[in-house]
Structures are given as C-alpha cells and as structure tokens.
C-alpha cells in the first residue's frame, strides 16, 4: 500500500511541476519580419507642393539602384491595412547638384494594433530627376533620415 501512495505522490509532483508558466506579453510589442520571398511593393514618386502629413514610420536603409530607391522601415500595425506614398517637392534648392526635399508618406488608416512591421519598400525615384538625361544629379534630402541621398538618372 505504502508503495501504491508513494507512486500517486511522485506521478502528481511530476505533473504539477512540469507545467511551465508563460510570461505576460500582452504588454510587450510583438515584433513580425516580412518574409523576403514576398514581393516587394513599388511606389511611383510624384512631384507635389509642400510637404504632406504621414503617420509614423522608421527609417533603418536606404540605398539606390539605378532609377530605384530600396527602403527598409519600420512601423506598428497589424489590424488594418497601411498604403505608402513617396513625393518630392516640387521647389528645388539651387546648389550643385541641386537638392529636392522628400518624404514617405506613410497611411495606418487608423491601425491603433502594437505590433511592429518590419518591411522594404521599392520607390520609382525617375519624377524626382533634375533633368530627365542620363546622368542628370541630384540630392535628395529625405524627412527622418540624417544623410542627403545622391541620385543619377539613369
């Protein structure tokens, strides 16, 4: 009887102490990576006056290639859909090569979800040319990133 008792006591303390407790995360934003065989998204630039409003969004790259710009970003999101728009002021500062001011334009059509959204982003950068010649320059002072973007049309 003794050994029926200890073998219930040892069988309930294995199954009690194995559950393992899960730390509230509710709190804690969840972060979620595009997967990099998706497609990427392509923006067409478009001239405008001014600059627009955008709701929040981080910068992490940006390079270009050709007549494309590559962007990674970062935003929170998750329950409704986002849309980007890519826009270059139509006023050019007068300096060699000259300096266009741009902006992503960035739509959470009210999102007010916790998760980050890390993804990249392909922009037709052609409209925001100084001239549309093959090896027309110009700087491209992009809101929310420190260094001006060096742009050859090609």
């Not at 303390?13 to 995360?25: F, I, P, Q």
């Not at 923006?43 to 007549?67: F, H, Q």
């Not at 006023?91 to 980050?116: F, M, T, W, Y």
Request: aromatic letters at 8%; a positive charge.
């Amino acid at each position: 009887m003794k050994i029926a008792n200890f073998k219930v006591f040892i069988g309930l303390v294995l199954l009690t102490s194995c559950g393992v407790k899960k730390a509230d995360t509710s709190s804690q934003p969840t972060v979620k990576v595009a997967n990099e065989d998706m497609r990427m998204e392509t923006i067409i630039a478009r001239i405008e006056e001014g600059s627009l409003t955008s709701d929040p969004v981080t910068i992490k790259s940006v390079s270009i290639k050709g007549n494309f710009m590559e962007m990674e970003i970062s935003y929170n999101a998750g329950c409704a859909n986002h849309t980007f728009e890519f826009t270059g002021d139509s006023k050019i500062a007068k300096s060699l090569p000259p300096i266009r001011n741009v902006q992503l334009i960035h739509a959470s059509n009210g999102d007010q979800c916790e998760k980050i959204f890390i993804r990249k982003i392909l922009i037709d950068v052609s409209e925001l040319a100084y001239k549309k010649e093959k090896g027309s320059e110009i700087y491209l002072k992009l809101s929310g990133w420190k260094e001006n973007i060096k742009y050859t049309f090609e």
